[in-house]
Protein backbone atom coordinates (compact mmCIF):
# COMPACT_ATOMS: atom_id res chain seq x y z
CA UNK A 1 0.00 0.00 0.00
CA UNK A 2 1.13 3.77 -1.19
CA UNK A 3 -1.59 5.89 -1.06
CA UNK A 4 -4.26 6.00 1.72
CA UNK A 5 -7.26 8.27 1.00
CA UNK A 6 -8.81 9.31 4.07
CA UNK A 7 -11.42 11.93 2.68
CA UNK A 8 -15.07 11.37 2.40
CA UNK A 9 -17.02 10.41 -0.88
CA UNK A 10 -17.90 13.25 -3.03
CA UNK A 11 -14.41 15.14 -2.36
CA UNK A 12 -13.28 14.18 -5.73
CA UNK A 13 -11.97 10.80 -4.62
CA UNK A 14 -13.01 9.10 -8.36
CA UNK A 15 -10.68 11.82 -9.67
CA UNK A 16 -8.20 11.20 -7.61
CA UNK A 17 -8.17 7.53 -8.15
CA UNK A 18 -7.90 7.97 -11.52
CA UNK A 19 -4.90 10.42 -10.86
CA UNK A 20 -3.13 8.18 -9.07
CA UNK A 21 -3.41 5.15 -11.59
CA UNK A 22 -1.70 7.64 -14.29
CA UNK A 23 0.75 8.53 -11.75
CA UNK A 24 1.67 4.68 -11.73
CA UNK A 25 0.89 3.73 -8.47
CA UNK A 26 -1.05 0.42 -9.38
CA UNK A 27 -5.01 -0.18 -9.05
CA UNK A 28 -6.93 2.28 -6.44
CA UNK A 29 -9.57 0.86 -4.95
CA UNK A 30 -12.87 2.98 -4.74
CA UNK A 31 -16.03 2.47 -3.27
CA UNK A 32 -16.13 1.15 -7.03
CA UNK A 33 -14.08 -1.92 -6.34
CA UNK A 34 -16.42 -2.60 -3.62
CA UNK A 35 -19.32 -3.16 -6.19
CA UNK A 36 -17.78 -6.03 -7.79
CA UNK A 37 -16.95 -8.20 -5.09
CA UNK A 38 -19.61 -9.32 -3.19
CA UNK A 39 -16.63 -11.23 -0.45
CA UNK A 40 -15.67 -7.34 -0.06
CA UNK A 41 -18.97 -6.18 0.66
CA UNK A 42 -19.10 -8.85 3.42
CA UNK A 43 -15.89 -8.19 4.50
CA UNK A 44 -16.62 -4.07 5.19
CA UNK A 45 -20.25 -5.22 6.53
CA UNK A 46 -18.34 -7.14 9.20
CA UNK A 47 -15.91 -3.98 10.18
CA UNK A 48 -19.01 -2.27 10.46
CA UNK A 49 -20.00 -5.01 13.07
CA UNK A 50 -16.90 -4.57 14.92
CA UNK A 51 -15.27 -7.06 13.42
CA UNK A 52 -11.36 -7.40 12.92
CA UNK A 53 -10.83 -6.97 8.99
CA UNK A 54 -8.45 -8.62 6.89
CA UNK A 55 -6.69 -5.51 4.54
CA UNK A 56 -4.02 -8.18 2.80
CA UNK A 57 -7.35 -9.99 1.51
CA UNK A 58 -9.30 -6.54 0.76
CA UNK A 59 -6.00 -5.00 -0.83
CA UNK A 60 -4.65 -7.96 -2.64
CA UNK A 61 -4.66 -6.63 -5.39
CA UNK A 62 -4.45 -2.75 -5.09
CA UNK A 63 -1.40 -0.35 -4.50
CA UNK A 64 -3.35 2.75 -3.01
CA UNK A 65 -7.04 3.15 -1.66
CA UNK A 66 -9.18 6.54 -1.73
CA UNK A 67 -13.42 6.87 -0.98
CA UNK A 68 -15.95 5.27 1.63
CA UNK A 69 -15.61 2.82 2.78
CA UNK A 70 -11.68 2.64 3.67
CA UNK A 71 -11.37 6.23 4.11
CA UNK A 72 -13.37 5.42 7.29
CA UNK A 73 -10.14 3.50 8.43
CA UNK A 74 -7.51 5.23 7.61
CA UNK A 75 -6.19 5.14 10.93
CA UNK A 76 -6.02 1.93 10.73
CA UNK A 77 -4.53 1.52 7.52
CA UNK A 78 -1.93 3.94 8.27
CA UNK A 79 -0.80 1.79 10.76
CA UNK A 80 -0.77 -1.29 9.00
CA UNK A 81 0.96 0.35 6.35
CA UNK A 82 3.60 2.69 7.99
CA UNK A 83 5.21 3.57 4.79
CA UNK A 84 1.79 4.83 2.81
CA UNK A 85 1.28 8.91 2.46
CA UNK A 86 -1.89 10.13 3.36
CA UNK A 87 -4.26 12.33 1.15
CA UNK A 88 -6.89 13.92 2.60
CA UNK A 89 -9.26 15.14 -0.03
CA UNK A 90 -11.75 18.15 0.78
CA UNK A 91 -13.63 20.36 -0.81
CA UNK A 92 -16.16 23.55 0.66
CA UNK A 93 -18.11 21.73 3.01
CA UNK A 94 -21.79 23.33 2.09
CA UNK A 95 -20.85 22.01 -1.48
CA UNK A 96 -20.21 19.26 -0.17
CA UNK A 97 -22.98 18.37 1.71
CA UNK A 98 -25.34 19.63 -1.19
CA UNK A 99 -23.65 16.95 -3.58
CA UNK A 100 -23.59 14.20 -1.27
CA UNK A 101 -27.30 14.65 -0.32
CA UNK A 102 -28.65 14.69 -3.71
CA UNK A 103 -26.15 11.77 -4.90
CA UNK A 104 -24.76 9.00 -2.48
CA UNK A 105 -27.29 10.07 0.04
CA UNK A 106 -30.35 8.68 -2.00
CA UNK A 107 -28.90 5.31 -3.10
CA UNK A 108 -31.04 3.60 -0.25
CA UNK A 109 -34.26 5.00 -1.12
CA UNK A 110 -33.72 4.66 -4.69
CA UNK A 111 -33.74 0.98 -5.27
CA UNK A 112 -37.35 -0.95 -3.63
CA UNK A 113 -36.79 -3.49 -0.88
CA UNK A 114 -37.96 -5.83 -3.02
CA UNK A 115 -34.95 -5.60 -5.56
CA UNK A 116 -32.58 -6.22 -2.69
CA UNK A 117 -34.19 -8.89 -1.75
CA UNK A 118 -33.89 -11.13 -4.63
CA UNK A 119 -30.85 -9.40 -6.06
CA UNK A 120 -28.59 -10.10 -2.77
CA UNK A 121 -25.57 -8.72 -3.53
CA UNK A 122 -27.13 -5.17 -4.05
CA UNK A 123 -29.20 -5.34 -0.62
CA UNK A 124 -26.08 -6.34 0.91
CA UNK A 125 -23.78 -2.97 -0.74
CA UNK A 126 -27.10 -1.11 0.23
CA UNK A 127 -26.70 -2.52 4.11
CA UNK A 128 -23.30 -1.86 3.72
CA UNK A 129 -23.28 1.74 3.59
CA UNK A 130 -25.82 2.23 5.83
CA UNK A 131 -24.26 0.58 8.17
CA UNK A 132 -20.61 1.80 7.81
CA UNK A 133 -21.92 5.33 6.60
CA UNK A 134 -25.49 6.63 7.17
CA UNK A 135 -26.12 5.20 10.60
CA UNK A 136 -22.05 4.59 11.56
CA UNK A 137 -20.55 7.55 10.36
CA UNK A 138 -23.27 10.17 10.91
CA UNK A 139 -25.74 8.56 13.33
CA UNK A 140 -28.38 7.88 11.20
CA UNK A 141 -28.85 12.04 11.22
CA UNK A 142 -27.51 13.28 7.95
CA UNK A 143 -30.74 14.45 7.38
CA UNK A 144 -29.58 17.28 9.85
CA UNK A 145 -27.16 19.50 7.22
CA UNK A 146 -25.15 21.06 10.44
CA UNK A 147 -24.74 17.82 12.09
CA UNK A 148 -23.09 16.48 9.11
CA UNK A 149 -21.06 19.26 8.40
CA UNK A 150 -19.81 19.17 12.02
CA UNK A 151 -18.76 15.39 11.27
CA UNK A 152 -17.23 16.34 8.14
CA UNK A 153 -15.06 19.29 9.74
CA UNK A 154 -14.29 17.09 12.82
CA UNK A 155 -13.12 14.63 10.54
CA UNK A 156 -10.60 16.75 8.92
CA UNK A 157 -9.29 17.71 12.30
CA UNK A 158 -8.82 14.20 13.54
CA UNK A 159 -6.95 13.25 9.95
CA UNK A 160 -4.26 16.66 11.01
CA UNK A 161 -4.22 14.86 14.66
CA UNK A 162 -3.21 11.58 13.93
CA UNK A 163 -1.37 11.67 10.36
CA UNK A 164 2.25 13.21 10.88
CA UNK A 165 2.34 16.05 8.62
CA UNK A 166 5.49 14.67 6.40
CA UNK A 167 3.13 11.72 5.36
CA UNK A 168 -0.13 13.87 4.74
CA UNK A 169 -0.88 15.85 2.09
CA UNK A 170 -4.34 17.81 2.57
CA UNK A 171 -5.64 18.07 -1.34
CA UNK A 172 -8.51 19.89 -3.28
CA UNK A 173 -8.87 18.41 -6.44
CA UNK A 174 -9.25 22.06 -8.58
CA UNK A 175 -5.38 22.34 -7.49
CA UNK A 176 -4.54 19.91 -10.18
CA UNK A 177 -1.33 17.80 -10.66
CA UNK A 178 1.39 19.82 -8.83
CA UNK A 179 0.54 19.48 -5.34
CA UNK A 180 -0.05 15.86 -5.93
CA UNK A 181 2.75 15.19 -7.71
CA UNK A 182 5.33 16.90 -5.61
CA UNK A 183 3.67 15.52 -2.72
CA UNK A 184 4.42 12.03 -3.95
CA UNK A 185 7.55 13.39 -5.35
CA UNK A 186 6.98 12.35 -8.70
CA UNK A 187 6.84 13.89 -12.25
CA UNK A 188 3.58 16.25 -13.43
CA UNK A 189 2.49 14.27 -16.56
CA UNK A 190 2.99 15.82 -19.66
CA UNK A 191 0.00 16.90 -21.82
CA UNK A 192 -2.50 15.02 -19.78
CA UNK A 193 -5.06 16.56 -17.60
CA UNK A 194 -5.68 16.59 -14.38
CA UNK A 195 -8.84 14.14 -14.30
CA UNK A 196 -12.36 15.39 -13.18
CA UNK A 197 -14.76 13.07 -12.84
CA UNK A 198 -17.80 11.70 -11.24
CA UNK A 199 -19.38 15.33 -11.21
CA UNK A 200 -22.75 15.84 -9.80
CA UNK A 201 -24.74 15.99 -12.46
CA UNK A 202 -23.27 12.69 -13.91
CA UNK A 203 -24.12 10.94 -11.10
CA UNK A 204 -27.77 12.31 -10.59
CA UNK A 205 -28.16 11.10 -14.37
CA UNK A 206 -26.50 7.69 -12.96
CA UNK A 207 -28.80 7.17 -10.53
CA UNK A 208 -32.02 7.91 -12.70
CA UNK A 209 -30.94 4.92 -14.53
CA UNK A 210 -30.52 2.92 -11.48
CA UNK A 211 -33.99 3.64 -10.63
CA UNK A 212 -35.37 2.29 -13.73
CA UNK A 213 -33.46 -0.89 -13.50
CA UNK A 214 -35.48 -2.87 -11.00
CA UNK A 215 -38.44 -2.41 -13.60
CA UNK A 216 -36.59 -3.27 -16.50
CA UNK A 217 -35.53 -5.99 -15.16
CA UNK A 218 -39.75 -7.04 -14.17
CA UNK A 219 -39.90 -6.54 -18.21
CA UNK A 220 -37.00 -8.47 -19.14
CA UNK A 221 -37.98 -11.52 -17.25
CA UNK A 222 -41.69 -10.79 -18.54
CA UNK A 223 -40.89 -10.75 -21.91
CA UNK A 224 -38.76 -13.54 -21.29
CA UNK A 225 -41.16 -16.20 -20.05
CA UNK A 226 -43.54 -14.76 -22.66
CA UNK A 227 -41.73 -15.97 -24.99
CA UNK A 228 -40.99 -18.74 -23.66
CA UNK A 229 -44.36 -19.89 -23.17
CA UNK A 230 -45.49 -19.19 -26.73
CA UNK A 231 -42.37 -21.83 -27.94
CA UNK A 232 -43.59 -24.19 -25.51
CA UNK A 233 -46.90 -24.65 -27.55
Not at 80 to 88: E, S, T
Request: hydrophobic letters at 45%; proline letters at 6%.
Amino acid sequence: MKVIGAGFGRTGTLSLKIALEVLGFGKCYHMKSVIKRPKHIRAWLDAGRGKLIDWDFIFKHFNATVDFPASLFYDELKNKYPDAKVILTIRDPDTWYKSTERTIYKVPSIVPQWFKQIMPPMGQFIKMNELLIWHGLFKNKFSDRKFAIRIFNEHIQNVRRHIPKEDLLIFNVKEGWRPLCDFLGVPIPKKISFPHLNTGDNMIKALNVVKLIPYLTIIFVTITFIILFISSK
